[in-house]
């Protein structure tokens, strides 16, 4: 069992609106629900305040963390997009009735919840001003307690804002992006550790900085898109190669292409099983599993005779198919 909890504010009754956090709570519902395939990922509780009907208070939001971490599921993940308040008791989740900030939801009551809770991963993602404070201890700044299981992502550190652009969150813009298939691995899956590095990676350092801290002994999948390669595809490197430090000799039967007619004749015809195996290492080539060796193009290393071999990232995912861990 999967399920999310997302929360966007843009109604506030006495303190500044804001304009682009209940879109990015749709974006983010919508890219989490599903996998890439269409089939079902997140069981989503979604609030979208929008106005005075829609309004959520401390209480009610209180509520829904609560339920959202009290079932043994699988992935429970809060994600959450509005003002967020700062002093020196901590952090706080500013909720549609606030007038002063530190009568939101205090951020260590959220840890708290999600501590207690037996969820097998608790993820937090955080679209906030200064929400970089979750999960810190406030008599120690700058340490974190997270019980097992617990990942918490947020926009900024605790002394920035998040920053909005074009109507909608710098920090859930990428997520959204990353989600979607920018930071997945190369059998389609996207990690929190994926997400974080994707994010940070795009923004520089005058910008605001996110934060990601985690206490788990393996990251979960939070969601799934078609790979860059096949698995059954990808499954064949132990084939092609034999040890990490293998040569993969290639020569012109396994390229069907012949670029200068006048050589056609001099050269060796291409053969059918050869050929199959260049489309594979090509492929690997195009994801950065090998490398030709003495020359820029796979064309070439086929053509002039040399070979290929695995690059680290190559020799990462070879280690994995030897020992079944895909």
Same mark, same amino acid.
């Given at each position: 069992?999967?399920?999310?909890?997302?929360?966007?504010?843009?109604?506030?009754?006495?303190?500044?609106?804001?304009?682009?956090?209940?879109?990015?709570?749709?974006?983010?519902?919508?890219?989490?629900?599903?996998?890439?395939?269409?089939?079902?990922?997140?069981?989503?509780?979604?609030?979208? &305040?929008?106005?005075?009907?829609?309004?959520?208070?401390?209480?009610?939001?209180?509520?829904?963390?609560?339920?959202?971490?009290?079932?043994?599921?699988?992935?429970?993940?809060?994600?959450?997009?509005?003002?967020?308040?700062?002093?020196?008791?901590?952090?706080?989740?500013?909720?549609?009735?606030?007038?002063?900030?530190?009568?939101?939801?205090?951020?260590?009551? &959220?840890?708290?919840?999600?501590?207690?809770?037996?969820?097998?991963?608790?993820?937090?993602?955080?679209?906030?001003?200064?929400?970089?404070?979750?999960?810190?201890?406030?008599?120690?700044?700058?340490?974190?307690?997270?019980?097992?299981?617990?990942?918490?992502?947020?926009?900024?550190?605790?002394?920035?804002?998040?920053?909005?652009?074009?109507?909608?969150?710098?920090?859930?813009?990428?997520?959204?992006?990353?989600?979607?298939?920018?930071?997945?691995?190369?059998?389609?899956?996207?990690?929190?550790?994926?997400?974080?590095?994707?994010?940070?990676?795009?923004?520089?350092?005058?910008?605001?900085?996110?934060?990601?801290?985690?206490?788990?002994?393996?990251?979960?999948?939070?969601?799934?898109?078609?790979?860059?390669?096949?698995?059954?595809?990808?499954?064949?490197?132990?084939?092609?190669?034999?040890?990490?430090?293998?040569?993969?000799?290639?020569?012109?039967?396994?390229?069907?292409?012949?670029?200068?007619?006048?050589?056609?004749?001099?050269?060796?015809?291409?053969?059918?099983?050869?050929?199959?195996?260049?489309?594979?290492?090509?492929?690997?080539?195009?994801?950065?599993?090998?490398?030709?060796?003495?020359?820029?193009?796979?064309?070439?290393?086929?053509?002039?005779?040399?070979?290929?071999?695995?690059?680290?990232?190559?020799?990462?995912?070879?280690?994995? &198919?030897?020992?079944?861990?895909?």
């Amino acid at each position: 069992m999967r399920k999310a909890l997302v929360v966007g504010i843009d109604y506030y009754e006495n303190v500044s609106p804001l304009f682009g956090c209940v879109n990015d709570s749709y974006s983010v519902k919508g890219v989490l629900e599903r996998h890439g395939d269409s089939t079902l990922n997140f069981d989503i509780l979604h609030i979208p &305040v929008t106005n005075e009907n829609s309004k959520i208070s401390r209480g009610i939001l209180k509520d829904n963390v609560v339920k959202l971490f009290e079932d043994e599921s699988d992935v429970a993940l809060f994600y959450f997009s509005g003002h967020g308040y700062i002093e020196n008791n901590g952090g706080y989740l500013i909720t549609s009735e606030c007038t002063r900030g530190d009568d939101g939801l205090s951020l260590d009551e &959220v840890l708290k919840i999600a501590n207690k809770s037996k969820s097998k991963n608790k993820i937090i993602i955080l679209d906030s001003c200064h929400s970089g404070v979750a999960g810190d201890i406030s008599a120690i700044p700058e340490h974190a307690l997270l019980s097992e299981g617990i990942t918490i992502l947020t926009a900024s550190s605790a002394e920035q804002y998040a920053m909005e652009e074009d109507g909608k969150g710098i920090f859930t813009g990428l997520l959204v992006d990353a989600l979607n298939g920018s930071a997945c691995n190369l059998v389609g899956e996207i990690t929190p550790a994926s997400v974080y590095a994707h994010i940070d990676q795009s923004l520089g350092l005058w910008e605001q900085r996110p934060i990601f801290k985690t206490n788990t002994k393996k990251f979960v999948s939070l969601r799934k898109v078609k790979a860059p390669i096949e698995i059954e595809e990808l499954s064949k490197i132990v084939e092609l190669f034999e040890e990490i430090g293998s040569i993969f000799s290639l020569d012109p039967t396994y390229e069907p292409k012949r670029d200068n007619v006048e050589l056609v004749e001099e050269l060796p015809k291409p053969i059918e099983e050869n050929i199959e195996k260049f489309r594979t290492l090509q492929k690997y080539n195009r994801v950065n599993l090998v490398v030709p060796i003495d020359e820029e193009h796979m064309y070439y290393a086929a053509m002039n005779s040399t070979g290929c071999k695995l690059t680290p990232l190559g020799e990462h995912y070879w280690n994995l &198919v030897k020992k079944g861990r895909l």
